[in-house]
Structure formats: structure tokens, C-alpha cells
């Protein structure tokens, strides 16, 4: 999502520092010896990258990256102490602090990017969609909609068959971006009534469960899903083991969607002010690189994750999207510039439109299931990302000659009304209950789920 005609970054930083000048004072790293953790996906890059480079240690960090199993494991082990921070979801913190699951104050000072997602579907679930797709000179029309899929979802409702599809985390990007795209098509995706009801497939037409990032080719080999949304490279994973059709990418659904932010325990930051600044400047060095002179750097940046220890994929299969390229159907590659964005478009800048939008889409689906005034979606997501913190590691990195003023988009306010969505609802951030109150499919207004059913 593009940030708003930026201010000058002198202007937005004088303004931003102001409110808390002591805090962010720069100095020596209060703990130099860190531990951070990550999934197998393309998006961790800025953590493989600033350790590769050298720019945790330029910052005075001496930072051990580890892969984790899944996405509650990286939340759990974030809030208890084993790591200092993560990868992590973009809404994953934000539903950690309104207590969905466990209850944890988690901030956000970077964004590790825009875009990077996809929904894929297997080969005999595009056979049949495939009927109900435009074509033009042979090939099918982009983006392809949910509409294409709903018939097929239906014939498995009439036959009395559940329609199974896997998304990564129930507060999480590809469970809100996956509904997003059903629901614009027609097909209830489910609700939630937590704490008694955690399933997500309350009057579900499409029934949506959590597979862990690495494990969705093969599960969707084994027929016991139909589709997915997950970031790359395992949507680009099942086009080359044959195996399924990506139908969207996320950056067609919603233009610029932030996708995954580095997160910490407030407790952590708090306690380590200059750490978490360092930590910040680094990712940011990170990604500059990333997106640097047309990305010169994405031939070594593929080199570098496609190791073991970090997502372990081939060179080729990551290369697919990482070099502004992504394919669909096989042979079908199509120019997508921008799927894996870093820093241009103010990628890493964690915004509070984003915030909101990940917020409304929790209230839509009822892991919210209850009525907030637009002004609390505005407070929740001050509370949870924090721009603040990042324009000051940008102060800091300009004052450094470590980057250009110009090179940040700095304006942290609201964003005017966009409609960069595949259903062309616009959203504007200043009216968040407005906006819930446009889909045919969700909860609005007074809304909730209660024993198995919406009520007013």
C-alpha cells in the first residue's frame, strides 16, 4: 500500500521525536549478542541480508538467525524470551495485543516488505475453474477473481463435500488475504466467536485450516487441500513440481500489501531502546539493498537464501518471483515487477493504515467479535506499530551518510480513502466501520457471532 505524498524526513522526524526525545538519544547497544528468528519464506531476506552484509555488526550486534517451525512457535517464543525478535506476520502483533490467543504487548518498528504472497490451487481444482476464466490470445485474464471458483466450490456444497483450503495463521496475512479474495468471489470463507469457537468455519462455504509455510506443496500433493495462500517461494514451489496453478498474487488483490513486519515485546524494546534502534537501522540498510538500482542485488540475494539455512529452496524456483517475474500456469510467466518489494514505496515503513485495514478485517471475520468506535482501531494500531522508532533509525542512518533524506516516504499519517482492491471497495482508514459496513459478506455495525450464528 503506498504511503501519501511524503513531508521532508527533517520535518516528519522534528515532529515525531518531539513527543519522546530521550528515548530514542542513539548510544551503545544495551545487548549486543541477539537471537532472531524467521520462517522459510523470501520475505526474511532483510534478516539474512544485514547479516550477510555486515550491517548488524556495523551496528555494533552480533545477531544468530533461526529458523522456526511455524508461525505460533515464533509468537511464543518472542513473548517468553527464547528469541529477541522475529519475522513475523503484519497482524499477527496486532492481534497478540487485543488478545486473540495469548494475550502480548509486541511492537513494530519495520515492515520486511510489500507483496510476496499468493493463492494457489491444485491442477484438477484450475481444470475446473479454468472454464470460468476470461480469456484474451489464449491466456487468462489477470487477476483472475474468486468468481472463477465459486462454482466449483458450490458443486462441492451440493454434493455434501467440504472444500478445504489452507492458510498459514488465523491472525495472519494469508488467512485475511485468502478470505478477502473468496468473499469478493461470493464464497463465505467462515466466521470466528473466540474464545469458545477458534475454527474460522462458522457457515463456512470454503473451509480454511493452518499448514505451516514449507509443508503446503505437499499437502496439497496429497489432495488433502484444494488451495492455499502462502508467501513465496511455495506458490512458485508447486508450479515447478507441477502439482498446482498460484490463481493471484497479493499485489493483484491489493495493491502494496504489507506483508510480514520484524516484531519485538514492548518489555524487550523498553528495556533496550539502542539495541532495538540498531536493530531497525540495520534492517533498513537491508532493505535499500534489496531494492537497490532496479534490483542489481536480487541475483546475490537469491544466492544467499536459497542456503540451507535460511529458505533452503532452489536457486531457480526462488529467482521465479524474486527477479520481478512470477509464473502461473506452467510457462505462463508474466512481468510482476513489484512482488517483492523492500523499501521503495515506503515498504518498510510500518503504517498505520495497514494496521487498521488488518484490524477491520479481524472484526469482519469475528476474531473480533465485538463492536469497536472507529477511534479504537487508531488507538490499537499506535500502540503496535510504531513509525516513531523507525524514523528515527532513518535520522540517524541520514545523519550517518548511510542514506538519503529523500529515500524515506516520511509521513506517518492517515492515508486518504484508496480502492487499490480487487473488488474496488475503497478503504479509508479514518472511517473503519464505515468501510465494514460496504461487504455483502462480514460483520457490521453491532454484529457478533454467538452460538453458531450472527446476531445483531
Known sequence: MKLSKPKTLAVALTAVLSFSPSLYAGGKPEKEDLKFGFIKLTDMAPLAVAAEKGFFEEEGLFVQLEAQANWKVVMDRVVNGELDGSHMLAPAPLGASIGYGNKADIITAFSMGFN????????????QMKANVPMEGGKPVHPIKADALKPVVDKYKAEGKPFNMAMTFPVGT?????????AAGGINPGFYAPPQDTSGQINADAMLSVTPPPQMPATLESGTIFGYCVGEPWNQQAVFKNIGVPVITDDELWKDTPEKVFGVTKAWADKYPNTHLAVVKALIRASMWLDAENNKNRKEAIEMLS??????????????????TFEYEKGDKRSLPDFNTFFRHGASVPSY????????????????????PDGWYMETAKKVYRPDIYLAAAKELVAEGKAKAEDFPADTNIKPSQNFFIDKISFDANKPNDYLAKFPIGLKAKQSVSGGKIVD
Open 307 to 324: 542456503q540451507k539455512q535460511y529458505v533452503g529452496a532452489d536457486y531457480e524456483v526462488l529467482a521465479n518471483s524474486m527477479n520481478g
Open 174 to 182: 494469508h488467512n485475511l488475504k485468502l478470505r478477502y479474495w473468496l
Open 116 to 127: 510476496g504472497s499468493a493463492i494457489t490451487v491444485s491442477n484438477d481444482i484450475w481444470k
Open 353 to 372: 493504515s495497514s494496521a487498521i485495514w488488518y484490524l477491520t478485517q479481524m472484526r469482519r471475520w469475528g476474531e473480533i467479535n465485538e463492536f469497536k
